[in-house]
């Protein structure tokens, strides 16, 4: 900064000399973010002068100084001294500002709370300034990558990664750093804002306040790894986990598993719900399904130094079984298909299943058409009587309690339809048969061959043009 030196002359009415009050005001052109000091007195060629009194006042734009000097002791010519004080003044506001300076000499020294006070005017001085808007400067950049795109409000002459602008005192500015970001095939995640005196700030990515002085502020970045999380049975993940600390953030995907991003290093603690509904967890797996000891809390803790994978295994605590046989015994392993895939299957030597599920589970029974030369007849409850089938041979089972079920198998003589076409490969596009046939035979000579029970009337529907009946002639 620049100094003002503004010296006044003032010629005193003493008989002894002629002195000169002086006024120095500092900095040259002060911002509204600095404190202004205002120096006035005078220098005086002798020693006997003091400065008896210093105040000031500041009343709007106008900053009053007053100023008491007395005499004392014994004359000594040549030795200079200096009478006067400085005001530290600020921080003010922007605008144009007047200083007035009152000096007095007191010719007995008294209660200067004494309105009856022994003084005369010594003189008078003024000056004005002027204070500018303050202009401060928020740097900031990002570590340990540099570059990072960081958005600042207001705007900065070509936005980008280093925010660098200047502002006026108290603007409130609003920087926000991208939460993750690529850099040579490795993912970082932002963990928070650093000041220039190493405070840590907020967490959050974005952090707005009112500038009050030049800032130095750093995105702190982080590598971060995946810790991904699931359960046995799939699809509980977001209901069945707490995480200490949370994480980064969550890749928000739609695989029925939780996706964690943690910064390299930390260690995470993650605590399974005991119970999930009807579920009750049992063990932890780690990537490679091999089990894994823990604590009596069930609490699984992990080093992030590497992308981690496990599952929760739970257990059902209400569970009932379905029992399927076949008519004759000992075809259903042959059988059977069943979807969903049952909890467990329960070991029998009667040739049927025992297949465990969880209470409200929805089964598809599907039988197969033909086994070992027997062909599927109907689906038999366990009271004798024929069951309520979706398809012919597709049996669909809430399971609310134990149920049991039989299908029957029955030898047949059968025959098989087989329909050309010209031109030559049609038939099995275009053909639709009434009632269904027991199956299809698979070739690849452009025919269909259906196959039936002998006697049966078969309705054949050629496209949408044509159709004929067919009789499957009677066995001789």
């Given at each position: ?46 020693s006997?002068?003091?400065?008896q ?41 922007p ?7 009152d000096?007095?000499?007191i010719?007995?020294v ?8 022994d ?14 808007p ?12 540099n ?11 070509g ?35 650093r ?12 952090i707005?306040f ?20 699931n ?12 995480l ?5 953030r ?35 797996t780690?990537d490679?399904?091999?089990r894994?000891?823990?604590?009596e ?10 992308r981690?994978?496990?599952t929760a295994h739970y ?7 379905l ?12 059988a059977f ?13 009667l040739?049927?299943?025992?297949a ?7 089964v ?7 086994v ?37 198998y029955v ?22 048969l ?8 698979p070739?690849?000579?452009g ?6 029970p ?11 043009l044509?159709s004929?009946?067919?009789?499957v002639p009677?066995?001789?």
């Amino acid at each position: 900064m620049k100094r003002l030196l503004l010296v006044v002359a003032v010629v005193a009415a003493l008989s002894q000399a002629a002195f000169a009050l002086d006024l120095v005001i500092e900095p040259e052109m002060p911002r509204s973010d600095d404190v202004v000091q205002i120096t006035a007195g005078e220098e005086f060629p002798d020693s006997r002068y003091v400065l008896q009194y210093f105040n000031w006042s500041v009343t709007g734009n106008e900053i009053q100084i007053d100023i008491h000097f007395s005499q004392h002791g014994d004359v000594w010519l040549q030795v200079l001294t200096w009478c006067g004080d400085t005001a530290e003044v600020g921080p003010l506001e922007p605008g144009d500002y007047k200083v007035n300076v009152d000096a007095w000499m007191i010719r007995s020294v008294l209660d200067l709370d004494d309105a009856s006070i022994d003084r005369y005017h010594y003189g008078s001085i003024s000056a004005t300034f002027q204070v500018l808007p303050a202009t401060l400067t928020p740097r900031v950049a990002s570590t340990p990558i540099n570059g990072v795109r960081i958005a600042g409000e207001p705007n900065a002459a070509g936005g980008i990664t280093d925010y660098l602008v200047r502002l006026h005192l108290n603007t409130r500015v609003s920087l926000t750093a991208q939460e993750t970001f690529w850099k040579d095939g490795v993912s970082y995640g932002f963990v928070g804002w650093r000041s220039s005196n190493t405070t840590d700030l907020a967490r959050h990515n974005t952090i707005t306040f009112p500038i009050t002085h030049d800032t130095s502020l750093t995105a702190i970045y982080r590598e971060e790894l995946e810790l991904r999380l699931n359960t046995d049975p799939w699809g509980h993940a977001f209901g069945a986990f707490r995480l200490d600390p949370e994480p980064i953030r969550y890749i928000p995907l739609e695989d029925g598993r939780l996706h964690a991003m943690y910064a390299k290093g930390t260690v995470v603690t993650v605590y399974p719900k005991e119970q999930l509904g009807d579920l009750r967890f049992d063990h932890w797996t780690n990537d490679d399904n091999l089990r894994l000891d823990v604590t009596e809390s069930n609490a699984l803790k992990v080093l992030m130094d590497q992308r981690r994978a496990y599952t929760a295994h739970y257990v059902h605590t209400k569970i009932v079984e379905l029992l399927l046989d076949t008519d004759p015994r000992g075809l259903a392993l042959r059988a059977f298909t069943l979807e969903p895939e049952p909890l467990e299957y329960i070991p029998t030597n009667l040739g049927s299943i025992r297949a465990v599920y969880a209470v409200g589970t929805l089964v598809t029974v599907h039988a197969a058409e033909r086994v070992e030369g027997l062909w599927f007849d109907v689906w038999m409850r366990s009271d004798g009587n024929a069951a309520d089938a979706d398809g012919r041979n597709t049996l669909t089972v809430l399971m609310d309690r134990a149920k049991s079920f039989m299908a029957r198998y029955v030898e047949r003589d059968t025959v098989v339809l087989s329909i050309d076409s010209v031109p030559w490969g049609l038939a099995p596009d275009v053909c639709t048969l009434d009632p269904e046939p027991l199956t299809i035979v698979p070739t690849d000579d452009g025919n269909l061959h259906a196959v039936y029970p002998r006697g049966t009337q078969v309705t054949v529907l050629a496209g949408k043009l044509t159709s004929r009946q067919a009789s499957v002639p009677p066995s001789d």
